[in-house]
């Protein structure tokens, strides 16, 4: 192992390239370690779960985030210097961040936020850090991928396009009426019905390194998250659904721990999560989705939902023994193993199934 992998520092004597940067990211990869290829897809909290996951699984992690993100942080930041919103991106570089005292201090400074009663308040030095590095290198995926080496991090983290995008979504009224519900934040918060969600643009280029990675993944991740905001966002890029659709690798859906009774998906079965990928998405070949029971409110009614779609279902327990609708790092990589392996314990492997 190198000893900038070890510690996940630069190495020393790299050639400098634009405003005293070392060599430009495009001709730096990660060493990537053994496990398999994943692609993980979501955005916030949600993909952070699956990353922090993943990483006791494999080296070869890709995450693909949404970019639609139009609140706090990164809302002002988009607004006043017409920025992908950096903060989702930030997160999920901290969830994969070395196992070391340089990664982790990293991780720590790149989730910093400023109190203050000045115009810093509230930012993350992480989201500004990020902006800096697009603007001196002129490219989102190149900035990335500093930050990540300077996290020392498991794995690539990029925009699912390069794009700063707003969600639209039509939400039904307790009284019938249809409206429609304008940013990423906003449809966060209703608590009413989505009918239909659109992105504008609304054909968006994907990114193109996301949708190598498509092809080239082992696994592929879908959830958990914010459903409509974080994780449906990536079926509505038509080229990243024409990879997803195309993909050879098993595509693993994992379900929420429970609705978001002040959000986006109050009142949502397990089911219903499915229903709205499949709305979407029609072709996606699902292998296997990850439940757990205690967010399941009708097995046998999500089993034939799943059969309906291809798709096994995985009960194991992988939320947080605390108690919180949080999920854990180490239940949830057994499962995510469980279910792609076919190990899939309390139902079984279908008859006939073509490995793919």
């Known amino acids: 192992m190198s000893a900038a992998r070890a510690t996940g520092r630069p190495a020393a004597g790299a050639p400098v390239g634009v405003g005293g940067i070392g060599p430009l990211p495009g001709e730096y990869q990660h060493e990537a370690g053994g496990g398999p290829a ?7 909290h949600g993909v952070s779960a699956t990353l922090s996951a993943l990483r006791l699984v494999t080296d070869r992690i890709t995450a693909v985030v949404t970019v639609a993100d139009d609140g706090g942080s990164s809302g002002r930041l988009r607004d006043e210097l017409a920025v992908l919103p950096p903060g989702d991106l930030r997160m999920a570089l901290a969830a994969l961040c070395d196992d070391s005292d340089w990664g ?32 001196l290198l002129g490219d989102p995926v190149a900035g ?37 519900v304008r940013g990423q934040s906003a449809v966060a918060r209703t608590t009413n ?16 390194h996301a949708v190598e990675a498509i092809d080239a993944a082992d696994w592929v991740v879908l959830g958990p998250g914010s459903w409509y905001t974080s994780v449906l966002p990536h079926l509505l890029v038509p080229d990243l659904r024409a990879a997803l659709h195309r993909a050879s690798g098993r595509i693993v859906v994992v379900l929420n721990l429970s609705p978001e009774e002040d959000g986006e998906t109050a009142g949502m079965r397990a089911e219903d999560y499915l229903d709205v990928l499949h709305a979407y998405a029609p072709e996606l070949r699902l292998h296997a989705v990850v439940a757990d029971p205690r967010a399941v409110e009708d097995v046998s009614r999500l089993t034939e939902r799943c059969a309906a779609q291809g798709a096994q279902v995985l009960l194991r327990q992988v939320g947080r023994s605390d108690g919180t609708a949080r999920h854990d790092p180490l239940r949830l990589a057994a499962a995510l193993r469980d279910a792609v392996e076919d190990v899939l314990g309390d139902v079984d492997v279908r008859p006939g199934h073509r490995d793919r």
Request: proline share 9%.
């Open 193 to 208: 019905p989505i009918t239909h969600v659109r992105l504008v643009p609304e054909a968006p280029p994907a990114c193109v």
């Open 144 to 180: 990335l991928d500093w930050v990540g080496r300077l996290l020392g991090a498991r794995g690539r983290v990029l925009p699912m396009t390069e794009v700063p995008l707003l969600i639209e979504a039509d939400v039904r009224r307790p009284d019938g009426s249809v409206v429609t």
């Open 38 to 44: 994943v692609v993980a897809f979501g955005g916030g």
């Open 104 to 135: 982790r201090t990293w991780r720590d400074v790149l989730q910093h936020r400023f109190e203050t009663s000045g115009p810093l308040d509230q930012h993350a030095l992480g989201n500004l850090l990020i902006v800096t590095l697009w603007e």
